[in-house]
C-alpha cells in the first residue's frame, strides 16, 4: 500500500511540475498559410528565428497554401489554445477574404486571438525583363487600347495580389484579365517565366527575382521611392496619382488562448524588431518592422476589415 500511495503521490507532483512550468516548455509552431518564399513567409523566418532564440524553444513555420489561406487559417482556428500553434497571416486573410470568399469556416474576430502587427510588406508592378512596360504609365496606355487583353498573375482569388490590381484597375479604369496562381510566389515566378506580363506583389516576395535579373520593377506601390529598390518610381508618380498599397505580416492565436501568452509573445517580437540586425534583414526584403500591441493590433484588424469590405463592394470584386 505505501508503494501505491508513494507513486500515486510521485505522479500527482510530476504532473504538477509540468502543468507549472514556465512557458514555453516546448517548440512551437506557426502556420502560415501561404507558400514559401512568400513576403509573410521570409518575415516570419526573419522574426520567430530571434524570437525563438530569446525564448528558448525552436517555432517551426509549417507552410499551408491554398484557398486564399482559409484552409491554413481554419487549423490555427481549431487548433488547441495553448500557446503552442501560432498564425502567421498577411492582411489579406485577416480582412480581405471573408469579404471575397462565401465560405468562410471562421470568423477573424471570434475564432483568434491577435497577438501583433510583426512588419507591413512594401509592394511594387514586377514585369517580365523582356516586357515592353518600362512604368505603370506604359502598362495603363496598353491596356485602354486593348480593354481585357492584358493578363495580370496573383496569388489566388481574393489574394492581396488579385485585390491590389483589381483596385489600381480600377481607379485607373481599364479592363484586365486575372490570373490566379496557387500563391504569390508562383504568380512572381509565372511572370518571370513569361507565363503572364505583371504582377503587384510584396517586394518581400519579388525581391529575389528582381535582383537575379528575372523580373523587373515598374513602380513601386508607395508615396516615395523605396531605399532598397531606389529605380523604381512610385506607381503615383509614373501612372496613377494616389495610388498606394500595402500589406501586412500579422501572429494570432486561437481564441481562448490566455491573455498573459499573448502579451508574452507581442513584447518577444517587439524585442525581436528591436535587434539591428532582424530590422536590416527585414528592410533588404521590402519590410518596415511595426511591433504592437494584441489590442492595437485588434482595433487595426476591426478598422481594416471594415475599409476592405467598402473597398471590394465599390470595385465590385467577387471570388471567381
Known sequence: ???????????????????????????????????????????????????????????????????????????????????YTLGGF??????????????????ILKDFEPVSLVATVEWGMAVNPASPYRTAADLIAAAKAAPGKINYASGGNGSPQHIGMALFASLAGIQMTHVPYKGATQAATGVAGGEAPVTLQGLATVAPLVRGGKLR???????????????????????????????????LAPAGTPKEIGARLAAEVSR?????????????????????????????????????????????????
Open 1 to 83: 500500500m505505501r508503494t501505491l500511495v508513494t507513486g500515486l503521490l510521485s505522479g500527482i507532483l510530476a504532473a504538477a511540475a509540468h502543468a507549472q512550468a514556465p512557458y514555453p516548455a516546448k517548440p512551437l509552431r506557426m502556420i502560415v498559410p501561404l507558400a514559401a518564399g512568400s513576403a509573410v513567409d521570409v518575415a516570419a523566418r526573419i522574426v520567430t528565428a530571434r524570437m525563438g532564440a530569446a525564448m528558448g524553444q525552436s517555432i517551426v513555420i509549417e507552410n499551408m497554401p491554398g484557398a486564399a489561406g482559409i484552409i491554413g487559417a481554419e487549423r490555427v482556428a481549431r487548433a488547441p489554445a495553448d500557446g
Open 90 to 107: 498577411n492582411d489579406s486573410i485577416m480582412t480581405m477574404v471573408p469579404h471575397v470568399s462565401a465560405n468562410v469556416p471562421w470568423n
Open 217 to 251: 520593377l515598374v513602380g513601386v506601390a508607395m508615396k516615395t521611392r523605396h531605399t532598397q529598390f531606389a529605380d523604381a518610381p512610385p506607381i503615383a508618380e509614373s501612372g496613377l496619382p494616389g495610388f498606394e498599397f500595402n500589406s501586412w505580416f500579422a501572429i
Open 272 to 320: 525581436a524588431l528591436a535587434d539591428p540586425e532582424v530590422r536590416d534583414k527585414l528592410n533588404a526584403q521590402g519590410l518596415t518592422p511595426r511591433g504592437t500591441t494584441p489590442e492595437e493590433l485588434g482595433s487595426l484588424t476591426q478598422a481594416q476589415l471594415a475599409r476592405y469590405g467598402r473597398l471590394i463592394r465599390d470595385a465590385g470584386i467577387k471570388a471567381e
